[in-house]
């Protein structure tokens, strides 16, 4: 699986709403997220663009390791995550067997994010409003293989320019959240 994302900076929330209103976007759903980073033992997640987190999603646990980003403007890497409940209801077994196998705590990024979509077959379009970050849109599209990746990024990029989404963001919100003050 390949996930095809671009990250834009939002000025003003109800704009962008009343954009996907404008297009008949349907709110898919609202989640709260906790995603705690770790850092692997012998490498360098930063050097090699990889990630691996423990996400709690409305209180249910994932892992997700996001590999290398693949060449191209719109950032498209290959993604695994699963559900880790109900053996690991709050992720917790995860996270220890992470620490025992040598993995670091890095950060956790808190956020809220709120998911629309215009037809089934677009890209999903989520504002996250990211705690000491700010507000972010992201337009999002997953595929099976490397083949359809150049055809997603077409679909995210006509629906950011139909939205009116100038300034995109090349960092991750770890990435941001790292280079805060006190962080």
Request: proline letters at 4%; aromatic letters at 6%; hydrophobic letters at 35%.
């Amino acid at each position: 699986m390949f996930e095809i994302e671009q990250k834009y900076v939002v000025e003003q929330i109800d704009q962008l709403i009343a954009k996907l209103e404008a297009l008949g976007a349907v709110k898919r759903g609202q989640e709260t997220h906790e995603d705690t980073y770790y850092a692997h033992p012998s490498r360098d997640f930063r050097e090699t663009k990889e990630a691996l987190r423990v996400r709690r999603a409305n209180g249910i646990p994932l892992v997700t390791y996001k590999g290398p980003r693949l060449p191209g403007e719109i950032k498209a890497r290959r993604e695994l995550e699963w559900r880790l409940a109900p053996g690991d209801s709050d992720g917790s077994k995860m996270c220890d067997l992470l620490k025992n196998l040598g993995f670091s705590e890095v950060a956790t990024v808190r956020k809220s994010r709120d998911s629309f979509q215009v037809t089934d077959s677009s890209p999903l379009i989520v504002i996250d409003q990211v705690e000491r970050l700010g507000c972010f849109a992201e337009i999002e599209r997953v595929v099976d293989s490397e083949s359809e990746i150049e055809t997603a990024r077409r679909a995210i990029e006509d629906l950011a320019i139909q939205l009116k989404l100038k300034k995109s963001e090349s960092q991750s919100y770890l990435g941001m959240l790292l280079q805060l003050p006190n962080s």
